[in-house]
T-cell receptor, first 114, second 113 residues
Framework: AQKVTQAQTEISVVEKEDVTLDCVYE???????LFWYKQPPSGELVFLIR??????QNEISGRYSWNFQKSTSSFNFTITASQVVDSAVYFC???????????FGSGTKLNVKP | DTGVSQNPRHKITKRGQNVTFRCDPI?????LYWYRQTLGQGPEFLTY????????KSRLLSDRFSAERPKGSFSTLEIQRTEQGDSAMYLC???????????FGPGTRLTVT
């Protein structure tokens, strides 16, 4: 069975602070894919990043960075120098092989205050 | 292309009534997914189509729920004899087959009174 856990329900930071969102996943499959999605107040989920189980190279894209560690089954997401526009609910998700089903965590609500 | 669209955006219905939602995916996308999202939770998978074929259904999809995608383009999700527990946001997403990137619609918020 697949499961995604986001233990942080809500985080509040002041603008320009760095913030890390945690994600822990469970799966017995050896080939799987991990995702982060953003859901702003308008409601539409927006894809941010994908990582496959064979690629543990961490990535930085602008103010965003991701830390994938298979040893701890974690796929954490960091926003550097947060901005008010980053305020949203962030979801971590897991899918296996042919992307026929996605498993989402319960989300972390990020509040960035000016 | 304007992305995935869903209609209606909001629906209020009385318990016991039937409701139907529509999803129009991105035109070249052959996969279409339905999810349900309740307050404070992430989307839960309900079902998906590849072209017109419904290939997988979640246990969450009780006998009161039915989904169709008759011509492999738009899809409908019908809930019969609605219950208060059906109140949720119903999300539709589309993608190319075997593509990881799903594009989500704005959702239909259902309130059952």
């Amino acid at each position: 069975a697949q499961k995604v856990t986001q233990a942080q329900t809500e985080i509040s930071v002041v603008e320009k602070e760095d913030v890390t969102l945690d994600c822990v996943y469970e799966t017995r499959d050896t080939t799987y894919y991990l995702f982060w999605y953003k859901q702003p107040p308008s409601g539409e989920l927006v894809f941010l990043i994908r990582r496959n189980s064979f690629d543990e190279q961490n990535e930085i894209s602008g103010r965003y960075s991701w830390n994938f560690q298979k040893s701890t089954s974690s796929f954490n997401f960091t926003i550097t120098a947060s901005q008010v526009v980053d305020s949203a609910v962030y979801f971590c998700a897991l899918s296996i092989y042919n992307f026929n089903k996605f498993y989402f965590g319960s989300g972390t609500k990020l509040n960035v205050k000016p | 292309d304007t992305g995935v669209s869903q209609n209606p955006r909001h629906k209020i219905t009385k318990r016991g009534q039937n409701v139907t939602f529509r999803c129009d995916p991105i035109s070249e996308h052959n996969r279409l997914y339905w999810y349900r999202q309740t307050l404070g939770q992430g989307p839960e998978f309900l079902t998906y189509f590849q072209n017109e074929a419904q290939l997988e259904k979640s246990r969450l999809l009780s006998d009161r729920f039915s989904a169709e995608r008759p011509k492999g383009s738009f899809s409908t999700l019908e809930i019969q004899r609605t219950e208060q527990g059906d109140s949720a946001m119903y999300l539709c997403a589309s993608s190319l087959a075997f593509s990881y990137e799903q594009y989500f619609g704005p959702g239909t918020r259902l309130t059952v009174t």
